[in-house]
T-cell receptor
Framework: KQEVTQIPAALSVPEGENLVLNCSFT??????LQWFRQDPGKGLTSLLL?????REQTSGRLNASLDKSSGRSTLYIAASQPGDSATYLC??????????FGAGTRLTVKP | NAGVTQTPKFQVLKTGQSMTLQCAQD?????MSWYRQDPGMGLRLIHY???????DQGEVPNGYNVSRSTTEDFPLRLLSAAPSQTSVYFC????????????FGEGSWLTVV
């Protein structure tokens, strides 16, 4: 059974800092991996999707990497801003099953 | 753009009552699914559908029913609500290909007392 783990569970940084969120998964047989943002009381918004054949994806200040063989992904946020404060979730889509989500990392960026 | 629409946003039920959470999408997606999100846990799949007339169980299906009579709609029914079903419920949809982004509704907060 695919397990997805996100560390740390919570992170607090000062504005302007570059930061990395981590996601690990136990089974490398995946179609893709997605990173989501969730604001309090809201649904999930997709940030980046990395196909299994890709190594990374970039969108603005966000860069996500994927190392399938080691079962790891990182989400890099450059020059963090208070508006980046949210919970970030990663999810993998296994080849033989539906998406599996991590529990998320709650990020607080202090002004 | 409506995307994925869920109703109601908030609901309080008494133990044993039944109710239906509505979900509709306007993106012509074949795949629709229901998840529940509990504190400290990731989203867990309840039921999913790959097209009209086709449904299947996810990780935590007990106590829930679904149907898919149209491409657009995928309601989730709680048959006899229990306090353990207190949770936030999310509906989602995507295309069937391996590279398709999944889109989520805003969530439905359900409390069973």
């Amino acid at each position: 059974k695919q397990e997805v783990t996100q560390i740390p569970a919570a992170l607090s940084v000062p504005e302007g800092e570059n930061l990395v969120l981590n996601c690990s998964f136990t089974d490398s047989a995946i179609y893709n991996l997605q990173w989501f943002r969730q604001d309090p009381g809201k649904g999930l918004t997709s940030l980046l999707l990395i196909q299994s054949s890709q190594r990374e994806q970039t969108s603005g200040r966000l860069n996500a990497s994927l190392d399938k063989s080691s079962g790891r992904s990182t989400l890099y946020i450059a020059a963090s801003q208070p508006g980046d404060s949210a919970t970030y979730l990663c999810a993998v889509r296994p080849e033989n099953n539906d998406m599996r989500f991590g529990a998320g990392t709650r990020l607080t960026v202090k002004p | 753009n409506a995307g994925v629409t869920q109703t109601p946003k908030f609901q309080v039920l008494k133990t044993g009552q039944s109710m239906t959470l509505q979900c509709a999408q306007d993106m012509n997606h074949e795949y629709m699914s229901w998840y529940r999100q509990d504190p400290g846990m990731g989203l867990r799949l309840i039921h999913y559908s790959v097209g009209a007339g086709i449904t299947d169980q996810g990780e935590v299906p007990n106590g829930y029913n679904v149907s898919r009579s149209t491409t657009e709609d995928f309601p989730l029914r709680l048959l006899s609500a229990a306090p353990s079903q207190t949770s936030v419920y999310f509906c989602a949809s995507r295309g069937l290909g391996t590279g398709n982004t999944i889109y989520f509704g805003e969530g439905s907060w359900l409390t069973v007392v």
